[in-house]
């Protein structure tokens, strides 16, 4: 009897062991864009030297119960930041690198310098985090990209074979700069991997996109043996993991963490042999009230001096305007100027601008180079140290009113300046425009306007549509660049405040509008 006893304990020790919970952390960012400091317009929030302290200080909480920790970023940690030029880009890797990621997903704003500088950084600064890209590719003869570029990444978790997915967006408005290469449509890869994935023998599948959440959303339910979506793309702060069922019948779990290293997403998860079995804890912790690492604190003055050498300490602090917008939302009254700025600083009739692409770091107070920057943060070509010229464009009438019409129903996040017209949207979600004016007369089909445009419209135009090749075949690169422009309207010494803009009043299809000094057209946007 007292055999049988020792027996059915040890076989009840045996199953309980077996199916003991495997618990996973799992800390992640997306979107930080390079916001080496802190947040836009908060020093006391975010920051790297503050993302490394909490990183570790979880790692070691973890370790200390026997659990393992995996750090991940969801993409777009380059371009975003004036940080982001300090050393051609090279700095924004270096601090991936001293952070201490295992793995990271590629962003659309991880190769706007370009297939080339893309290439060159690689093999610079040689990643030491597992770089994922299952629909990202490039020809042969970029060795840094084929080298370390890869559609996924297995590992053996506690004898639990868990497999990490990458996917990006293949937005048109970005893919363009992925020249010698391409970039496929991220569902259709991500249905092919999850299989191969399973087939491989993964018992855990976890993707690590780039994508926005309605794209995660879709990805989901497209999918079968997904068991996890770690996103970025459209700046969510997720407090609470958005659900969606796969093909299984399953509920996947979707997390992000905003963006701009504001907060630190941490999930401990629960693997076994059998599969996933559910996120145990999660939260969003706000990247504050802790001591700054010191690595990484110098690093970030590093990159601040780079800069300053870069461009001259003088330069970049020397006070060129003031602003009396406040923290809040302020950045449609930003929007509003810089759009106004370009069109005069090049006396166009109309002018078009780039919202989602000018960042939320709108000035206040006293106003220097250095923050106009960081308040227009776009760079193709790294040469370009100066950001994205001011194109000029002459543009028939009846190209405006197709260009208004595109926009709109494309969903392109734009703004104009200099145009009034009526619109209705219709019940497939479809926009009409008419009777557009310029300037407060009514446009003429034929006659030629003067277009004034960031270099973003153009160069990713031409990749949109042929017609948009048709249509800015006359444009040429002006000498001034976008900040060159919002510096020669601040010397003007037109206030910037909340009384700057005017909210748009449109003629709605038999209701008259009042008449306006200025116009502001704001169309709705795409995820960033």
Known sequence: MKGFHFIFLGLFILFSTSVQAKLVQILHTNDIHSYFDHVEHDEDLGGYAKLKTMIEMYKAEAAAKGIQ??????????????????????????????????????????????????????????????????????????????????????????????????????EIVFRWRVYNGGIRKPLKEGVKYDKILKDRGNEVIIGLTHIGLKADKKLAKKTRNL????????????????????????????????????????????????????IKEY??????????????????????????????????????????LEPGDSSKVWNAYTTDAVMEST??????????????????????????????????DFRDDKGWFVYRAKVRGFWVKWIFRA?????????????????????????????????????KSFKYYEMALPE????????????????????????????????????????????YLEEPKFEIFGRKSTKQKKSHVFFPGVER
Request: glycine share 10%; hydrophobic share 35%; net charge neutral.
């Open 407 to 443: 926009c709109m129903n494309l969903g392109i996040p734009l703004t104009f300046s200099g145009v009034d017209f009526e619109w209705k949207k219709n019940v497939f979600g479809k926009y009409t425009v008419r009777n557009l004016k310029i300037k407060g007369k009514k446009i």
């Open 69 to 170: 920790t995996i750090v991940v970023d969801a993409g777009d940690f380059m371009e975003g930041h004036f940080f982001y030029m300090a050393k051609n880009g090279r700095r924004s890797f270096e601090m991936h690198n001293k952070i201490g990621y295992d793995l990271s997903v590629i962003g659309n704003h991880d190769y706007l310098m370009g297939t080339d500088d893309m290439d060159a950084i690689l093999n610079d600064v040689n990643p030491k985090f597992k770089y994922l890209g299952a629909n990202f590719y490039a020809d042969s003869r970029y060795k840094g990209i084929n080298k370390h570029v890869k559609p996924y990444h297995e590992m053996n978790i506690e004898g639990v074979k868990v497999a990490f997915l990458g996917l990006t967006t293949d």
């Open 456 to 499: 973003g419209i153009v160069r990713g135009g031409f990749r949109i549509s042929p017609l948009v090749g048709l249509l800015l075949k006359k444009a040429h690169r002006t000498p001034l660049t976008v900040i060159d422009a919002l510096e020669k309207k601040m010397k003007t010494g037109e206030p910037i405040d909340k009384y």
């Open 347 to 380: 006396g166009s009739d109309i002018s078009v601008h780039t919202p989602s692409m000018g960042g939320p770091y709108f000035p206040i107070g006293s106003v220097t180079r250095y923050d106009l920057y960081n308040s227009h943060p776009r760079w193709f």
């Open 283 to 324: 939260e969003l912790v706000p990247i504050r009230n802790v001591e700054e690492d010191e690595e990484i604190a110098d690093a970030v003055q590093l990159a601040k001096e780079d800069l300053e050498k870069q461009y001259g300490s003088d330069h970049l602090y020397e006070e060129v305007g003031f602003s009396h």
């Open 227 to 278: 068991d996890l979506i770690i996103g970025g793309h459209s700046h969510d702060f997720l407090y609470k993991p958005a659900y969606e069922k796969n093909k299984s019948g399953k509920k996947v779990p979707i997390v992000q963490a905003g963006a701009h290293a504001a907060v630190l997403g941490r999930m401990v998860i629960d693997i076994e042999k059998s599969g996933f079995k559910g």
